[in-house]
């Protein structure tokens, strides 16, 4: 416990207690969503509220905590929340996946396998896959009570129809244990395959709609797809020009205003020890060291 | 000529719907009181009576879009008969999906105006299990072209749809899934003469061909003298006249009946 | 085939007074298969109240209206939609049908409600209408637009497209040219040679000699005047 007026987390006990027992309801229940009262947090939603509070509940202060936001450790969003925990629950902290046992992330999963034991905690903007076609609550809620999901195909039918493939490439709906149709959160529907059967827990916060679901370890998740129109986890059709990596999730980097352009991973801290391992990329330097990238 | 007579035993076997002793109140007031009537296989029934009869209620109560009071609303399932008032929600959503059809007065009320006319009609045949893009794609052109709806609207819109067309698209939605029992408010309500006969003719011939019993509350009598069978008239909740459509309408025995039957403009 | 036994009828006028007004009392008459009986009389002496109770449309007070086994004052409304589609023709003097429907469509649709495929309700639809000289380009249009005497051919030919055992025929005659008359006459001789029993209303005595058997005068129906 850090020397400062707040409670270990910020949040009072009562409060992480609630979330704790919305949390295990989740996870028995995998893929439900729970309703869960939540709190105002110092910081604007949208900025990763539910998931705060998914972790605030969760730590204790043996815990290391790695942030991620769009896979990379040192943006904004993640900086503020990684800081914001330093500050008050006192944690360690870390960069690399294999180190961390809670791992906040915003819109995606880490490229190195995750392992029993380990927390993966996601910020959700908006919890319910239905919302876009059936805008009533009340509706939803019973559509997913009566596993009537007739409407979630309807959705993927429109892509097909307008584009000629499913152009849904991130927040692809997928089905839990076959019973509820889930919001995986805005993660690329690549990184869609590792949620299904993973060694860790996957919590899921969305901290407006004041929901919380999961995923205890091990859960059999299914993307929904056409018979004629299956499922591909895709990626740009790249290496990844730092560390040459031809199997990670790529962001594109406009380098210049004549076109130029390059291919990085979106993991950071995967990249990272790639190219410490001696992998060069088509731009890429030979192994800067790490006192350098800091 | 000898015509081919189609296979009439159905229609004397046993009814598809029977419906005993419906009650329906809103506090002290009456919804609609001890309604009771059979529907056989392939009729058409009209419900008529002005603004605040109760028609709507019956209807809303038939279909299982309100709990009435009391009374049943038996439904015959094909494996036997079943009382939809006390049956599991799960299993009445079910049967509205797949068995039954419910075509609204407006169209915005009966289609997912956000979602292209395919996505429309292909939504119940994936609602109960249809996985194949290419072949729901070709059930639900095949349906366009039954409710005389151009192939190549398929990916539009229904907002870029005129009110007719609105109209014939909730018609085709409604009926890809080969439902038995069509209850229908007011489907022509709201549309110019031309569309509405237009509508109407559609309608009955789909009627025939697939051998639908219908339940239309309207309060137009031009509509169900052309394509009711049978008609119950409403009055304060109450039905106060029923029998073979031309019979009410040419030789009503009821005060009310008259009245309304005499109050229609003749053209 | 038709058997009509102490038939009576009256109208309670709700909206005026209630007041009750028969019309009809102990009417009674059989058409056999083959036959062709005419109802005479004069105007308002109750032809047509009598032609609308065997079609149904007017209720019987009592009495009771047999046409093959099914008697029309008691039966289920589903048992006369099922008569009317099957055993019981009606030609009346009004065309009703949906508008914009084509004219072919009109006349094929009673064999289509027997299950008749389209192409054979068609084929025998443009058949009856090229005898009753309705000009093919008329065909694919409305007959709501047609005159007063085509609009009348339509609905024979809609009334003839089937071969009903029974037929009413109210005015089949009027309002037609003399070869149309006489195209309307033999179909109507062809429907008795078929075996139809044929209970008609017919203004014009010559059509009426050639056709019927014998007559009924309706006036004998008449309730006695209080």
New interface residues.
């Given amino acids: 416990m850090t020397a400062q007026d707040y409670n270990f987390a910020y949040l009072d006990e009562q409060t992480k207690r609630m979330i704790r027992r919305a949390i295990l309801k989740g996870i028995a229940v995998p893929g439900y969503q729970v309703p869960f009262a939540s709190r105002e947090m110092p910081m604007p939603y949208g900025w990763g509220t539910g998931g705060v509070q998914v972790t605030a509940a969760c730590l204790t202060p043996d815990d290391t905590l790695k942030v991620i936001d769009q896979g990379a450790d040192d943006t904004t969003n993640a900086v503020s929340i990684r800081k914001f925990f330093q500050r008050t629950a006192g944690v360690a902290v870390t960069e690399a996946t294999d180190q961390a046992s809670i791992i906040q992330t915003r819109h995606r999963i880490p490229e190195a396998p995750l392992t029993e034991g380990q927390i993966l905690v996601y910020q959700v903007p908006i919890p319910e896959p239905l919302r876009f076609l059936e805008p009533r609550e009340t509706e939803t809620r019973k559509m997913h009570e009566l596993e009537e999901y007739g409407l979630m195909h309807v959705k993927l039918y429109e892509d097909i129809a307008r584009h000629g493939t499913i152009a849904t490439s991130y927040a692809y709906p997928v089905k839990v244990e076959g019973r509820y149709v889930m919001d995986p959160s805005p993660i690329p529907k690549f990184d869609n395959p590792k949620l299904s059967d993973s060694p860790a827990i996957q919590l899921f916060g969305a901290g407006r709609e004041q929901r919380i679901y999961a995923l205890p370890p091990y859960t059999q998740v299914v993307s929904l797809d056409f018979d004629d129109h299956p499922f591909v986890a895709s990626k740009a059709d790249h290496d990844c020009d730092l560390c040459g990596a031809g199997t990670s999730y790529l962001d594109e980097v406009i380098t210049d205003d004549q076109g130029g352009r390059m291919f990085v991973c979106s993991d950071t801290d995967f990249c990272r020890a790639r190219r410490e391992a001696g992998h060069v990329g088509r731009l890429g330097t030979p192994a800067p060291s790490l006192e350098a990238a800091q | 000529?000898?015509?081919?007579?189609?296979t009439?035993t159905a229609?004397t076997d046993r009814p598809l719907l029977q419906v005993q002793g419906l009650t329906k109140s809103y506090g002290a007031r009456i919804g609609c009181a001890h309604i009771s009537f059979d529907l056989?296989p392939g009729?058409v029934m009209g419900i008529v009576g002005e603004s605040g009869s109760g028609k709507s209620t019956l209807l809303s109560c038939l279909a299982g879009h309100m709990a009435p009071d009391t009374g049943r609303v038996i439904f015959d399932t094909g494996t036997g008969p079943v009382d939809t008032v006390t049956m599991a929600e799960a299993e009445r959503r079910r049967m509205a999906r797949t068995d039954w059809a419910f075509v609204h007065q407006n169209p915005r009320d009966g289609l997912r105006m956000g979602v292209s006319a395919g996505g429309n009609v292909g939504e119940r045949l994936m609602a109960i299990g249809a996985r194949h893009y290419g072949e729901i794609r070709a059930t639900a052109t095949d349906w366009l072209a039954r409710v005389e709806i151009a192939a190549d609207r398929i990916d539009d819109r229904p907002r870029a749809f005129s009110g007719g067309m609105q109209q014939r698209l909730q018609i085709a939605r409604n009926l890809v899934t080969g439902p038995r029992l069509v209850f229908m408010d007011e489907p022509t309500g709201g549309l110019d003469?031309?569309v509405q006969?237009?509508l109407?003719?559609l309608l009955?011939g789909l009627v025939?061909e697939m051998g639908l019993s219908v339940i239309i509350v309207t309060h137009d009598l031009a509509v169900v003298?052309?394509l009711a069978?049978?008609l119950m008239v409403m009055k304060g909740g109450h039905v106060v006249e029923q029998?073979?459509?031309?019979?009410v309408?040419?030789?009503p025995?009821?005060?009310y009946t008259?009245?309304l039957v005499?109050s229609v403009l003749q053209v | 085939m038709i058997a009509i036994e102490n038939l009576s009828k009256s109208?309670?006028?709700?909206?005026q007074g209630?007041a009750v007004i028969p019309v009809m009392s102990g009417a009674a008459l059989t058409v056999a298969p083959g036959e062709c009986v005419g109802l005479i009389g004069a105007s308002g002496a109750g032809k047509s109240t009598l032609m609308?109770m065997v079609w149904?449309?007017?209720?019987a007070a009592s009495g009771s209206i047999r046409v093959g086994t099914l008697d029309v004052a008691t039966a289920a409304?589903?048992q006369?939609?099922?008569l009317r589609r099957?055993t019981l023709g009606y030609v009346s003097q009004f065309l009703?049908?949906?508008?914009?429907?084509p004219t072919l469509d009109v006349v094929a649709e009673p064999?289509?409600?027997?299950?008749?495929t389209k192409d054979a309700a068609r084929a025998?639809a443009a058949s009856l209408l090229t005898r009753l000289n309705i000009p093919e380009r008329l065909w694919p249009l409305s007959p709501t637009t047609f005159s007063g005497g085509e609009q009348q051919r339509v609905n024979i030919a809609r009334g003839f497209a089937?071969?009903y055992p029974a037929l009413l025929l109210d005015e089949p005659t009027a309002s037609l040219d003399a070869t149309n008359r006489e195209v309307v006459l033999t179909l109507i001789e062809e429907a008795k040679a078929k075996g139809a029993a044929i209970l008609g209303i017919f203004h014009d005595e010559a059509a009426r000699d050639r056709v019927c058997d014998r007559v009924v005068d309706v006036r004998a129906f008449t309730p006695k005047a209080a």
């Fill in positions: 000529m000898t015509a081919p007579l189609r009439l229609e056989f009729e003469v031309s006969a237009r109407l003719d009955r025939r003298r052309l069978d049978r029998g073979l459509t031309d019979q309408l040419d030789d025995q009821h005060a008259q009245l005499s | 109208f309670t006028l709700h909206n209630a609308r149904g449309n007017y209720l409304p589903r006369i939609i099922r099957e009703r049908v949906v508008p914009r429907v064999l289509l409600t027997l299950g008749v025998r089937h071969s």
